[in-house]
């Protein structure tokens, strides 16, 4: 894959990342060594860039694949992590833990997690300042935030201390609090024309447009403003079923990888508040509210993604 330049930076990246909630602990629970054999097959593949995040837990995988890559392959591998935290102390603790527990002593790009707005990116300017501290220290390379507002987008593509904006975006719109996906795209090409890095989340809409994946990915792909989409993968097959798509390497490719060995099921994020909306909107019935969270009966979902539309929060993936 011919790497892009993320914004006007120095960093060059693949057009595809590899997003590594799903191989951990929240997802499918991977043990570390096979975690990170699927991060060693992504970057064998060409895949350069690795997304985590101080939540997922997945700092052990990332750091058992470099050591199997070893320090040549690891050098040219773009990462990037981000943290709630609105404190300079705890943002130092949460990047002081990412570079030990990796087992790197600089990280590529760091930013503020689901960022909401202008008012919250204000909100958290300790923290944010404290990254900006270990930029101009060279311990970090790029600052960020990820978000899945157009609010967030249009605030920091104003903010020369912010240099990568991670934004959801899918051709349906899934996942996109405040607007829809015409806005986001504009919004995100006013940024990448400022000199923001662009990453895209969510470009299968958390595995709900599973069953186009191969033409959803595709239209991410070739948005102008998209400098890398980053994707779960949870195997092999769907690391080599992603690349193929973005070497445009895809004449016999199917619309999706999933396979009878790796079925899809619905999945529900701690962070669900019970309000009750994805269980209206489900024609099957599957989904009740049990102890203030959602909770889906596997044997009645069938995976129609009705719910996901519904959900104020986008607490509902498919993995």
């Not at 700092?59 to 981000?82: D, H, T």
């Not at 002593?105 to 270990?134: C, N, Q, W």
Request: proline share 4%; hydrophobic share 40%.
């Amino acid at each position: 894959m011919q790497k892009r330049q993320l914004g006007k930076s120095d960093i060059y990246v693949s057009p595809l990342g590899f997003g590594t909630l799903t191989i951990g602990p929240f997802q499918r629970n991977l043990p570390v060594d096979a975690g990170a054999e699927i991060i060693v097959h992504a970057v064998n593949n060409g895949i350069n860039l690795l997304d985590t995040a101080h939540l997922y837990e997945t700092y052990p995988y990332i750091g058992r694949a470099l050591e199997i890559l070893g320090p040549e392959k690891a050098s040219g591998l773009a990462i990037v992590s981000r943290s709630y935290d609105y404190s300079e102390e705890g943002m130092e603790e949460s990047f002081n833990k990412a570079l030990n527990e990796m087992g790197i002593e600089t990280i590529s790009i760091f930013m503020l997690h689901e960022t909401e707005s202008e008012a919250t990116i204000r909100g958290h300017k300790p923290a944010l300042d404290y990254l900006v501290k270990r930029k101009h220290e060279g311990r970090l390379k790029l600052v960020g935030i990820s978000t899945h507002y157009i609010a967030a987008v249009r605030a920091a593509s104003e903010m020369p201390e912010i240099d990568v904006i991670f934004a959801i975006l899918n051709r349906e719109g899934i996942g996109i609090m405040d607007g829809t996906p015409e806005e986001m795209e504009t919004a995100l090409t006013e940024a990448h024309k400022r000199g923001k890095g662009i990453m895209l989340m969510k470009a299968v809409g958390g595995g709900h447009l599973y069953r186009n994946a191969r033409s959803s990915l595709a239209w991410a792909r070739d948005l102008p403003f998209a400098d890398c989409v980053v994707v779960g993968m949870q195997n092999k097959e769907e690391v080599d079923f992603n690349c193929s798509v973005f070497r445009n390497d895809y004449d016999d490719l199917p619309e999706t990888v999933l396979t009878e060995k790796h079925k899809k099921s619905l999945w529900i994020e701690d962070y669900c508040q019970g309000c009750g909306a994805c269980r209206d909107a489900c024609p099957f019935k599957a989904i009740t509210i049990t102890d203030g969270i959602a909770k889906v009966n596997p044997e009645t979902c069938m995976l129609c993604s009705y719910c996901a539309r519904h959900c104020p929060l986008f607490c509902i993936k498919v993995v």
